[in-house]
């Protein structure tokens, strides 16, 4: 014969005595009649939780999304969509009010998520858009500033005009020693950077610096992306668009936010704690 599981012997329990129990009730019930045997210490909790994870109206962190039970108002438990012995079409019907509310809720909070997702992607996109718009030398100050939010130091822009293909310098702490670091910044609205951009600035860096970043308000090609590493060259770090509004909104530069609540019912974490 196959073993029942806890909510299996619950359902069993409600169908035998033929009304909604409270959790103590069902304990019993199961321990009396040899419906399951437990092997754990606080056995009533373990039934408590399983009830509670797998009731309609209850929702929190470790709740399951298979449900087989329903919470009435007294606090005591029935089993999902099973009519309620002796309940009156008004409780009948206060109980699917409740009900409703609980899925609308839910529901609402989906809404948020969503919206703050849209809202998310369409906030990056203008932060991108106007970095497009800058000047391509107040472009390479902003690519100054960000490094030295992120911790690069001694971080210096060369003049604009004859640069050798280095924007800046400057260097990173690594363990107990620095790493010379050089950028280039590449204030591209539409065409991507392909590999050859990239080669030109490791050769440029090359015997000088330990390590290269290139920015851009563009996207890198397939074939650039490949080449951020070669055996005995300098490694480049890449860094299109999207890669550097992340980083904007990681370091708070440029981005402030707007704190705004949104409370989740975690009840039922409080209960628990209070039996």
């Given amino acids: 014969m196959k073993k029942r599981t806890i909510h299996e012997a619950v359902i069993e329990t409600l169908k035998r005595v033929g009304k909604s ?29 399983i009830i509670r994870k797998h009731c309609i109206g209850i929702d929190f962190p470790t709740a399951r999304k298979e449900k087989y039970f329903q919470a009435l108002k007294d606090g005591t438990y029935w089993i999902k969509d099973v009519s309620i012995p002796g309940q009156s ?11 409703k509310d609980t899925e609308n809720l839910k529901s609402k909070v989906k809404e948020l ?18 970095l497009k718009q800058i000047e391509p030398v107040s472009f390479e100050v902003f690519a100054k500033h960000l490094l030295d939010i992120y911790g690069f130091k001694k971080m210096t822009v060369t ?24 950028f280039q ?36 090609t397939k074939e650039a992306l490949g080449a951020t590493r070669k055996p005995g060259a300098v490694p480049i770090i890449l860094i299109d668009g999207n890669s550097l509004v992340d980083i904007m909104i990681e370091k708070k530069f440029g981005v402030e936010t707007e704190n705004i609540p949104v409370y989740i019912n975690a009840l039922d974490n409080v209960l628990n704690e209070m039996e």
Wanted: glycine fraction near 6%; charge should be positive.
């Fill in 159 to 182: 003049n604009y005009v004859k640069d050798g293909g280095i924007d800046g310098f400057g260097q990173l702490k690594v363990g107990i020693t620095h790493l010379n670091v050089a």
């Fill in 185 to 220: 910044c590449k204030r591209w609205k539409n065409n991507s950077v392909s590999r050859v951009e990239i080669d030109k600035f490791r050769g440029a860096i090359q015997g000088e610096f330990e390590q290269g970043i290139i920015f851009t308000t563009s996207k890198f």
């Fill in 113 to 130: 998520k969503d919206i703050h997702s849209k809202h998310t992607e369409a906030f990056k996109q203008q932060i991108l858009n106007q």
């Fill in 21 to 49: 129990l409270s959790v103590r009730d069902i304990y019993d019930y199961i321990i009396l009649n040899d419906l399951y045997r437990f092997n754990a210490e606080r056995p009533q909790d373990i039934v408590k939780a």
């Fill in 89 to 99: 079409q008004i409780d009948l019907k206060a109980e699917i009010i409740v009900r």
